[in-house]
């Protein structure tokens, strides 16, 4: 897997079942944001060659793979899923260096991609089809899943094994093939989920993992004939370059975007459960998960004293090395997101809204060495700011007042995206109202936007997703196509429509 277990370890991409260096003999540093004098390791920069080849290897192992029965490719899951378990632990290690969130926060993630490969290794005993009844005499009707073929799967870096999963699992429950392309800034958390469905017994050339920049290896993946298939999850707009070149060879393609997410506050909420809702749904992996919080609507008769103890608790977060035990928030992922972090901060502050705490890269001591800002919330916000509209990904929550509960869900749906919102609220008429008009893919009563269980569909609406879902038995329609099948056992050649003479 490397050419050695120092600290800068070199690592390759991994196809056709080896372990095998880019063509281009060019490598990529990924270093610890919450220290950058930490270098995680070395990894490829691949090229279409590469690709080519990775591409390759997935079309041969198809052929095998997709004849294999559903519950034998299932044991081999459950097996990856039981590794991935006993090593929780080194594995959250490893995320929380490479990309910087909290030990509990890289636990979770670990954890969603066991339970989604248990809960997805159970489907190779069900995907079911349908039967129903013919129009004919002696004539059985039913439809079956079948595999789509080659998938390219192509994930951010916020949940580093958790997104991966999602999509690699599903995959080859249904008999597809993966070449995997993570993040730049995540790449050891996919080499770790690869190293271990090698260790499950996953076939040569079933998953391929293969690093680099994100235009060079995707745009190698979406022209490829022999790609059916595009799972993707980023940002808008790069989801919207995919489509668009993975459309002229009609390719099926599901795409999980950006979010503006929201919380609304009702006059007879909870306020001190809302507050600790808005907290970690703000201010958990430092904003940056595309479920984050970083939109709270707040009724104008409790606007002033949730506030008041909003900020209170933002200031008292422990921002730091997200290996410490004691820190509560970690860096932002890279200097460019930093960046993006600091230059929302001056538009919030150009567009008038009120800084109620925070606004500053945190400097001093040992943070010097990462990428850390503080817990900055936006008071007196308007709905129209670029604040309250475009997705900052990082630790800025704006805080939006307004007058009535129909004010609430009109501001909440007012953005381009819609993954997930919530509402802090004692009546139960007002939260199924909100439920059934928040258009969004997820919704959340008296809880935060943040937390997907995965028997339950993940994704979004508008900007935010193309209609298909991940995880739950939702997923299985996205790696596999429908097929109807008609077998007439009659002996005779029957007429295909009915008729009266006929029953
Ligand atoms: P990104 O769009 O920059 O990158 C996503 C993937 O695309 C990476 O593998 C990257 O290397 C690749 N890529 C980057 N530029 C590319 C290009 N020009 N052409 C082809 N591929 C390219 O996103 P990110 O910064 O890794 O992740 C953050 C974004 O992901 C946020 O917008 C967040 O909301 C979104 N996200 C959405 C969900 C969801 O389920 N809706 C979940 C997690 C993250």
């Not at 809302?274 to 904003?287: D, P, Q």
């Not at 004691?326 to 230059?343: A, D, I, N, R």
């Not at 945190?362 to 308007?382: K, M, N, Q």
């Not at 928040?438 to 028997?455: C, D, K, Q, R, S």
Request: net charge negative.
């Amino acid at each position: 897997m490397s050419t050695n277990t120092a600290k800068s370890a070199t690592y390759h991409n991994f196809i056709d079942g080896s372990w095998v260096p880019s063509v281009s003999g060019a490598l990529f540093e990924n270093r610890n944001p919450a220290d950058t004098e930490d270098l995680i390791g070395v990894f490829q920069r691949s090229t279409a060659e590469d690709v080519a080849r990775a591409v390759g290897a997935a079309r041969s192992a198809y052929e095998r793979w997709r004849l294999v029965p559903a519950p034998k490719r299932a044991e081999l899951l459950f097996r990856a899923a039981q590794l991935l378990a006993d090593r929780k632990e080194s594995l959250a290690r490893d995320m929380t260096r490479e990309m910087g969130k909290v030990l509990d926060e890289t636990r979770g993630d670990v954890q969603e991609a066991i339970d989604m490969t248990f809960f997805m290794a159970g489907e190779g005993r069900r995907q079911y089809g349908q039967t129903v009844p013919s129009e004919l005499r002696d004539k059985f009707a039913m439809s079956i899943r079948q595999p789509v073929g080659v998938a390219a799967v192509i994930t951010p870096w916020n949940f580093p094994m958790a997104i991966p999963s999602w999509k690699i699992i599903p995959a080859l429950v249904c008999g597809n093939t993966v070449v995997f392309k993570p993040a730049t800034l995540t790449p050891l958390s996919a080499l770790n989920f690869v190293r271990i469905l090698e260790e499950a017994g996953i076939p040569p050339g079933v998953v391929n993992l293969v690093t680099g920049g994100g235009a060079d290896v995707v745009n190698a993946l979406l022209v490829s004939d022999a790609v059916r298939v595009v799972s993707f999850t980023g940002s808008t707009d790069v989801g919207r370059t995919v489509s668009g070149q993975a459309s002229p060879s009609f390719k099926k393609v599901h795409l999980e975007m950006g979010g503006k997410n929201v919380i609304l506050i009702m006059d007879d909420a909870n306020l001190e459960l809302a507050v600790e809702g808005c907290l970690w749904g703000g201010f958990g992996t430092s904003g940056q998960r595309c479920t984050a919080a970083s939109r709270v609507v707040v009724h104008e008769k409790v606007y002033k004293p949730f506030l008041e103890q909003f900020v209170a608790r933002a200031k008292a977060l422990r921002v730091g090395d997200g290996l410490d035990s004691q820190t509560q928030m970690g860096p932002s992922v890279s200097q460019g997101q930093l960046e993006t972090v600091m230059k929302y901060v001056e538009i919030g502050r150009a567009e008038g809204a009120r800084l109620e705490c925070g606004g500053h890269a945190l400097t001093s001591g040992a943070l010097a060495r990462g990428y850390f800002h503080e817990p900055t919330i936006f008071g007196d916000v308007a709905p129209s700011m670029r604040i309250a509209q475009e997705e900052i990904f990082g630790p800025v929550v704006s805080v939006i007042q307004c007058k009535s509960f129909d004010e609430a869900v009109e501001i909440g749906n007012g953005v381009q995206y819609g993954l997930s919102a919530s509402i802090y609220t004692q009546d139960l008429n007002r939260a199924f109202a909100a439920m059934r008009d928040m258009y969004t893919g997820i919704f959340y009563v008296n809880a935060p936007t943040i937390g997907a269980e995965v028997h339950l569909p993940f994704g979004g609406t508008k900007a935010t997703g193309n209609g298909h879902r991940e995880a739950g038995t939702a997923a299985l329609d996205v790696f596999s196509e429908w097929k109807s099948i008609y077998v007439d056992f009659s002996g005779r050649l029957q007429r295909a429509q009915i008729d009266t003479t006929d029953l």
